[in-house]
């Protein structure tokens, strides 16, 4: 896939709710938000960015109980 493709994903609207980005044919884990001055954002339509998150909710909840 080319920087073209990722570029075109990131810009079609039907890609974004709100401010989350779901795209399946973006194999990208981190995508750059809309406005790249803000930082990157989860693609979760990707499936380890939901182990991604449960693994932070582990961790913090870990952080709390040990």
Not at 15 to 32: A, H, M, S, T
Not at 44 to 60: E, K, Q, S, T
């Amino acid at each position: 896939m080319s920087d073209k493709d990722y570029f075109m994903y990131h810009q079609d609207p039907d890609n974004w709710y709100e401010i989350f980005y779901f795209c399946r044919k973006d194999p990208r884990l981190f995508v750059p938000k809309l406005n790249p001055q803000f930082g990157r954002t989860i693609n979760f339509a990707n499936p380890y960015a939901w182990l991604f998150i449960v693994m932070i909710m582990v961790i913090i909840f870990l952080s709390q109980y040990l």
